[in-house]
Nanobody
C-alpha cells in the first residue's frame, strides 16, 4: 500500500490549504484514514480521521471548526481542507491508513495505523 500526500506549502496566517492523500496498491484494504502532523522538536500528533464509510469523523480540539476531513471512495483519496491557518499549524502533515477496525479511541492514536505516507510540509507565516 502506498500513500501519497500532497498539497503542502507556504501560506500566510489566516490562509487556507487543501491536502490530498491518494492510496494505491494491490488489494488495498482500509477501514479509516487519518491525518497526523509533526512540528519541529515535537511529537507526532493527531489531526483528523475519517472512516471510509463516512459515518464517523474525528478532529483534534486544536483544529475543530477550522479543518475539514473528507474522502472520495472512488478515487481512494482523502482530503484535509485547512482554513484559518495559524503559525502553530506549521508541521509536516502525514496521512495514514488503518485496517484493523479500531475503536473511536484508537482513531486518535498513531500506532493504530498500518501505513503511512511520506508527509507534506505546511508552513504558516505570521
Amino acid at each position: 500500500v502506498q500513500l501519497q500526500a500532497c498539497g503542502g506549502g507556504l501560506v500566510q496566517a489566516g490562509g487556507s490549504l487543501r491536502l490530498s492523500c491518494a492510496a494505491s496498491g494491490r488489494a488495498f484494504s482500509s477501514y479509516a484514514m487519518g491525518w497526523f502532523r509533526q512540528a519541529p522538536g515535537k511529537e507526532r500528533e493527531f489531526v483528523a480521521a475519517i472512516k471510509w464509510s463516512g459515518a464517523n469523523i474525528y478532529y483534534a480540539d486544536s483544529v475543530k471548526g477550522r479543518f475539514t476531513i473528507s474522502r472520495d471512495k472512488a478515487k481512494n483519496t482523502v482530503y484535509l481542507q485547512m482554513n484559518s491557518l495559524k503559525p502553530e499549524d506549521t508541521a509536516v502533515y502525514y496521512c495514514a491508513s488503518e485496517s484493523r477496525r479500531g475503536t473511536q479511541v484508537d482513531m486518535y492514536l498513531a500506532p493504530t495505523y498500518d501505513y503511512w505516507g511520506h508527509g507534506t510540509l505546511v508552513t504558516v507565516s505570521s
